[in-house]
């Protein structure tokens, strides 16, 4: 597993050694000695309507103290062997991004495969510096001042005695300012963290698992059936009723009640095939799963290369009880101690914090914070923006959420002059009261399968009994209708000559003969067997 996190380690800080080109319309230049102080004085009207937007009051930027350039015209070409991430404000002022990182572009670092031009460093001395340094929160005179040493350090000169690079002079002794995002503070804060798991020596089974090449499972259906029942015990929690769990979905909340420690279960499907609905009931089972294990709920992450899909997540997880419940309170017990709950059903299912309309929170980029798309999310944080939080743990509002929490408490519950302390206690004992009702309903509802199938198998065999019990009378009404019709035709063809001993058993035996004939019996036994059996009834 370490040879496979180097690997992602050295592919990111490869790419994020990427060269960048500005272009005119988004650059300007300012003196070297303003970029050492970190005050753009150049920067006029006409420059800001050209870079920033209406609302933006701070830009990212690259900063390229060193220009080369080779050719002319048509032919010109640039080159920027020194490359530094920041942030510009509108009153001028140039900022060190968190943990934003100045490089040089990889074609100018040893070694290099195909590069006509000749290298000013080594790439391995690049990686051991910044590995070796902290970039996470600066000033911009330290900034600039650990920028010149990182040069140094890989050129083994400074930034002013670059003069030329092959074919390409330099050209200004100013500092060209461009417009552009860098990845380099987000790459620069996920190569630390490959750095943490690549020192840590305890086992990281999530990780072992989502890396490693062994495939733990090759059958689909994980659970048998009867497992699969026992684990709805376990799914505990919904967070909206409108929709109920599809066959497929309820399959995934089972196999995800019985995964171990570091276990990965895969769920694929195109938009609108209910994944985001699958989270909710998830998560609200392992909330409710903590709430009677009386401990923390766990912290569930929603990651996703899509920022629409996190943003559908944690709008789902928004509260709108402004049509009242939506749940069917016909089916509810009519019992009297839960009618002032059956009264206040809507209450139950809002938050009982004010100003807390979510249960998801999102860290979103802060330069999309102010968004007009994000402007009803509320429980929102970004890395300068920690309002949301800062208000939630202040000293006014945590009185200002006691009084509103036993308000609601009160009107459910029925109870008054309870402290929170004791509030809390007489929601666990619902909570658990529920719990075990859930539990006893599933194995109630496991038990009457049963019994139906016991029930299908034994009207079957009522059915079978039934259906032989009107075969044997049919046959018994046949055997008498034969017996019957024998004795009248027996009787008919008798006469006088049956008296003679000698002659009435050949007569008779002719007579049974023509009969059987007559009748379609097979022969002359199946007759006298038909009629010893009507002579033992």
Known sequence: MKKIIDYYKTSLEQASLSEVK?????????????????????LTEEIIDRLFEKNEEEIEVFLFPIQLQSGSGKSEKRLYPLIIPASLTKSGELKHIAYGVPWIPRMLLAPVENSKLSVIGENDDYLKFIESHSFRELSW???????????????????????????????????????????????????????????YNGELLLLNNFLGNENSSTDSNLLPKTKQIEMDKFHVGQMKPTFGLSPSQREVVRHMNT??????????????????????????????????????????????????AVTNVIESFQIDNSQGTSFDLNHFPDFPELHSLKKNFDLFEDRWIPQLDSYG??????????????????????????????????IDFSEQATVYFLSNFEQIFNKKDFTIKQAKKEIHRWLIILSRDLHDLIEYHSNAKNYEETIA?????????????????????????????????????SNILDMIPYLKQKREQERKQKFCH????????????????EKNQ
């Open 361 to 394: 929170l999102y860290i979103v980029n802060k330069k999309k914070y102010s968004e007009a798309s994000l402007a009803a999310m509320k429980a929102k944080i970004s890395s300068d923006n920690s309002e949301y939080l800062e208000r939630m743990e202040s």
């Open 141 to 199: 005179n330290e900034y600039t001042q650990l920028t010149n040493e990182l040069y140094e350090y890989v050129s083994k000169q400074k930034v002013t005695d670059l003069t030329e690079i092959s074919w390409y002079k330099k050209v200004d002794e100013e500092v060209l300012i461009f417009k552009g995002v860098s990845n380099g503070g987000a790459a620069q804060r996920i190569v630390k963290l490959y750095d943490s798991i690549a020192k």
């Open 259 to 308: 995964l171990d420690n570091g276990e990965i279960i895969g769920v694929t499907g195109p938009p609108g095939t209910g994944k985001t609905t699958l989270l909710q009931s998830i998560i609200a089972s392992n909330w409710i799963k903590a709430a009677i294990d009386q401990k923390q709920p766990p912290i569930c992450v929603v990651s996703s290369t899509n920022n629409q």
């Open 518 to 533: 007559l009748n379609e019996l097979s022969s002359i036994e199946e007759l006298e067997s038909l009629l010893e059996k």
């Open 457 to 493: 198998k034994r009207n079957n065999r009522l059915s079978e009994i039934n259906n032989s019990i009107d075969e044997n009378q049919k046959k018994i009404k046949e055997l008498k209708n034969t017996c019957f019709e024998w004795e009248t035709f027996n009787s008919k063809a």
């Open 22 to 42: 500005p272009t005119k319309n988004k650059s300007l230049q300012i003196s070297f000695q303003n970029y050492l102080t970190g005050v753009v004085k150049e």
